[in-house]
Structures are given as C-alpha cells and as structure tokens.
C-alpha cells in the first residue's frame, strides 16, 4: 500500500468521524468531465476543511500518476468544500499549467492573491503568469510593489530586472543589477546575470569580472565552463587554459572540460597538447571510437597523413562499416595521391549505407580531379539509374558538369529529369533557377524562383532572389521591398538578406536607410566584397566620402580580380572617380 492510499484512508476516517461534507452524494458518475473554474459558485456554508483536505489528498494522488483532468476534478471539489483553501487553489493552478491552461491558471492565482495579498510567493506567481500573458507593466507593478515591502528580495529584483531586458530596458535592468550586487555580494546570481548583461552591452572586462566574482561565491563546473567560454571570446587564452586545467584537475573525469581544454589547445595552434589530452580523454570515456575519430580529423587536418592513416585502418578493421572513419580514410588517401585506394575504398560504398550520397560525390570529384570529366558523369549516371536512392545533389552536380563541357542546354535537360523523377518541389525548382542564372538565363531564373514562391510564399531565399533582381535591374521596387522585408522576418540575422535590403532602399532614394542596413550586412558578413560595394555606393550619396572609400577599398582587397573582373575593374574606377 503506497502512502498516498494510506492518506486517503485517514482521511475516510476523518471524514466518517466528522460527518462527512454537506454535498455527499452529489459527486458525478464520471470525474473526466469534471466542472470547471468558470463554473463554481461554492456556498457559504460549504466550509469543511476534512473535505477539503480528502479531496486535495484524492488530486496530488492522481496527479502523482498522470491522471491530470481527476487530479482537476478532485481540487476543484475541494474548493467547493473550503473556498479558502489557497493551497488548494496553488495546486490547481500549477496543475492548469502544466495543462497549458494559463488563462484559467491566473483565476485561481489572482483568488489566492486577494485572499493572502502578503504572500509574496502568490503575488510573484501572479506576476509570473501576466508576464507570460504578454502583459508586462502589470507584472512589473508587482515586482515594485514587493520591493517597495522588501526592498533586499533578491530574487524579485532579479526576475524584475529579466522582465525589463524582455521589454528592451536594458539600462534598468543594469542599474537594478549592479545595484543589488553592491547590497548582497554574496549573492551568486546577482553577480551571474549581471555579468550575461555585460556581455549583451558588448562590455566584456565587465562581464568577466562579474563572472569571476559569482565563481568566487560559488563554484560550479557549469558556471566555470561559462567563465572558460567568455575568456576565450576575449582572447584571454591563458586565463581560459588555466580555469579548464582547473575543471580537469578537480575531477579527471570531466569529460566536456577535457573536450574543450583540447578545442582551445588547437585553437591555440597547441596540436600536440590537444592530442595528449584527447588521448588523456581515452582513458575516461565510453565512446573510445568516437574520440579516436577526433584525433584522426585532427591528424588529416594538420597533414599527418601516415598517421591518420595508421589510425584510421586500426579503427576500419575493428568495424568495417563504420562510415565516417571510411569517408576520413578516403579524404587523407585523396590527399597524398593515393587515389586508387581512395577510389576503392568509396566503390565498396553501397546505396543505402550510411555515407552514400557523399561517397558518389567524391567519387566524381576524384574522377574530374583527374582530368576525368566523363567518367564523374558515368559515376553520377550509374548513380541516377537507381530509383530508390536519387539525391538532389546528384542532378545538380551532373548538371554543372554539362555546363562545364559547355554543354549548359544538356544541364537545363538533366534539371527537367529531376522535375520528372523528383518532382516539382521548391528545392528542385529554386536549384533550378540558380543553374540558369549560372548559365545567364537570368529571366529565366527568375521565372523558377516565382514558381517558387508560388509553392511556398515565405522561403526567404527565394523573396530574397527575387527582390533583389527586381532591385538590382531598378523594377518593381515597392514589391521588391515587401518581399526582402518578409524574408528578412523570416530570416533577421542573415547578411546576404539584409544586403538586399540595403540595396532596395538605395534604389528608392533612402540613402540612410540603406546605410543602416547594408552597415548591419558588413557586420554579420564582413569579406563580402558585394556588401562593401554597396555601402561604398550609398556612403557616396551621403557625401561621405571617406568612408566611401574605404569601403571601395576593403572591395577590391577582398575580390580576386582574375576571378571577377569586371566587378574589379567597376569599383576601382568608382575609387578613381572619388580621388578626383
């Protein structure tokens, strides 16, 4: 007999003893169509505290085993019995939660507020939930309200201040922050949260040293992990190194400290200490093969090809299936030449392994490395002759070797067998419009990408093509500002979108405007030669010429003028025209 049927009996008896409640009898025949918040109206004189406490003991026993609507049905019963009982009311709305019933949750937290307007646990939760409820300011009243009775609660300063970085106040949010650090320097999370502040205002010194004050309060791994991360962010390597050597000596079997104290070894260009730990790392984990992988990527990656080798056919002899250690095998003979071994090594490579498509890839990869274009085409025919495993991949990568041979109508053939075999998906058609805007059939790639968007209205990519066509030929402007703007929605943090952006306010006439934004473009996307141009272009129409300039400047540093000529030559006469 469990614990929870050992109460209910007590409570049987209690109830026998004391008469029982004054609606006996009236429970339903059914308890999972139980009555509703909404719908109780107890009765003055419905005040038994044995039948409440019966009933709530009957919703956190089927509560405790998953019957959510009994557990409901059994508090709300007990709220008819004491409609005082707010901790009753508590575990109903948590219940309601868990449901995701939030609206009928802040009812009854609202009731237990208004019966213990001093519990500050009741009024946070209440807090909580119009937070949650997207309103803001009443949740913040809240909070002002507690800390004007209790001014030192640090954990209502602390969720008052995450409620003003929701709502962008972030200046607020700061001074609540440093302020109670200052009066409780004990309090680790103070110090915590200050320091993700910090580092939000782009304030690192600031960040690290609130960082190092919370880890003086309390150390954890986790928390020191943290710490390791944004030392490295810094460029303070050796305070990083130091801090995960710590993690290491304080408990040898972590392995995500060994982990990342063999990254930053690497990222130090400290290869042999990275592997000495990996190796290190061996001896604590389970996943031995998987470790060993590592180390061999590491090995092709710094040119130890011998050994990656001697590591990696170790490692195929003890599975022969492993794919990934198959496919890193191949990539290190591919390297030193020896390609027969590579090409036999991805011909054992069956459709319906694990690394199929990439094996057929390299495959034709090593046939056209080899001056062998005809035979990349035959591996990638042979390849689209089984209809159970035809990749995208495979389609497009024909297609551009037509396109290569100069054969570019053979390509748009292959594209029109993918529509067939594939059929006419958004992926087959946009990879279709990029072919034919490789192969200068620009309206024509336009006429995919819209077929596109008919298929699905919000790919990004594909908005952002089409309005950036529009933008570049100066057409459709106001269209092509919609659709940029909805794939920017879509897709905020990407610099090529907001590129367009930039672009389709220059081509307005908003010349600040596409300032802002082909700016926010070379931030995310800084060796973009494209963006440069751009913003030198709109810099000009501001008269600001010598930021113009250093933009045609970082332009032409990062394009290759063999590669792209006329680019080249186009923005190297505009940085003539502004030295003039």
């Known amino acids: 007999m469990t614990r929870y049927n050992l109460t209910l009996i007590v409570l049987l008896l209690l109830l026998a003893a004391t008469g029982g409640c004054a609606w006996r009898g009236a429970q339903p025949a059914d308890p999972s169509t139980p009555r509703f918040a909404a719908e109780l109206e107890p009765y003055e004189e419905a005040v038994s505290p044995a039948c409440a406490y019966y009933h709530f003991a009957w919703g956190k026993s089927a509560e405790l085993d998953g019957s959510l609507e009994e557990a409901r049905y059994a508090y709300e019963q007990a709220l008819l019995c004491d409609r005082e009982a707010d901790y009753v009311m508590r575990s109903?709305?948590?219940?309601?939660?868990?449901?995701?019933?939030?609206?009928?949750?802040?009812?009854?937290?609202?009731?237990?507020?208004?019966?213990?307007?001093?519990?500050?646990?009741?009024?946070?939760?209440?807090?909580?939930?119009?937070?949650?409820?997207?309103?803001?300011?009443?949740?913040?009243?809240?909070?002002?309200?507690?800390?004007?009775?209790?001014?030192?609660?640090?954990?209502?300063?602390?969720?008052?201040?995450?409620?003003?970085?929701?709502?962008?106040?972030?200046?607020?949010?700061?001074?609540?922050?440093?302020?109670?650090?200052?009066?409780?320097?004990?309090?680790?999370?103070?110090?915590?949260?200050?320091?993700?502040?910090?580092?939000?205002?782009?304030e690192m010194d600031a960040a690290l040293a609130s960082y190092e004050r919370a880890l003086a309060v309390s150390w954890s791994p986790a928390l020191a992990r943290e710490l390791a991360g944004a030392y490295e962010l810094a460029g303070r390597y050796e305070e990083s190194l130091r801090l995960y050597q710590q993690m290491v000596a304080e408990d040898p079997t972590d392995e995500r400290a060994r982990g990342l104290l063999a990254n930053l070894y690497l990222r130090m260009n400290r290869v042999d200490d990275a592997l000495a730990e990996l190796a290190e790392l061996r001896h604590y984990i389970t996943d031995v093969g998987n470790v060993d992988l590592t180390i061999a990527r590491i090995l092709v990656d710094e040119g130890r090809l011998e050994e990656a080798v001697a590591l990696l056919r170790s490692l195929l002899s003890e599975e022969p299936r492993l794919d990934a250690v198959r496919s890193l095998l191949v990539l290190a003979y591919y390297r030193m030449e020896r390609i027969g071994e590579a090409r036999a090594l991805l011909e054992e490579i069956r459709p319906g392994d694990a690394g199929y498509e990439e094996a057929v890839l390299m495959l034709a990869r090593i046939y056209h490395g080899q001056d062998d274009p005809a035979g990349a085409m035959a591996v990638l025919t042979r390849a689209l002759a089984d209809p159970d495993h035809r990749y995208l991949s495979f389609y497009v990568t024909l297609a551009l070797l037509h396109a290569e041979w100069q054969d570019a109508g053979q390509g748009m053939l292959v594209f029109d067998r993918a529509l067939r075999e594939l059929g006419r998906t958004v992926k087959v058609l946009f990879e279709y419009a990029l072919y034919l805007e490789k192969i200068g059939h620009s309206d024509a790639a336009l006429a995919k990408m819209q077929e596109v968007l008919t298929l699905d209205p919000h790919d990004p990519f594909a908005l952002n093509y089409v309005g950036y066509t529009w933008a570049d030929r100066n057409e459709n402007l106001e269209k092509a500002r919609e659709y940029i703007e909805e794939a920017i929605r879509i897709k905020p943090e990407d610099g090529a979108i907001r590129d367009s952006l930039g672009w389709v306010y220059f081509r307005l006439g908003d010349y600040r405007r596409a300032v802002e934004e082909l700016e926010q473009a070379a931030q995310i996307l800084p060796d973009d030669p494209v963006i440069h141009d751009h913003l030198g272009d709109a810099y000009r129409k501001l008269g600001r010429i010598t930021e113009a300039a250093a933009a045609y400047d970082r332009a032409l540093e990062l394009l290759d003028p063999e590669e792209d000529r006329e680019r080249w030559l186009v923005i190297e006469e505009k940085r003539k025209e502004l030295a003039r």
């Open 92 to 202: 109903l709305a948590m219940l309601l939660l868990r449901q995701g019933k939030r609206a009928e949750a802040l009812i009854w937290v609202q009731r237990m507020v208004e019966l213990r307007p001093e519990d500050t646990a009741s009024r946070g939760l209440l807090a909580n939930l119009y937070s949650a409820a997207g309103e803001p300011e009443r949740a913040a009243a809240i909070y002002r309200d507690i800390l004007a009775e209790d001014p030192g609660n640090p954990n209502i300063t602390l969720l008052l201040a995450a409620l003003y970085v929701e709502g962008e106040r972030l200046g607020v949010a700061r001074e609540l922050l440093e302020e109670l650090t200052v009066n409780q320097p004990g309090f680790m999370m103070g110090h915590y949260y200050l320091a993700r502040l910090y580092r939000d205002f782009g």
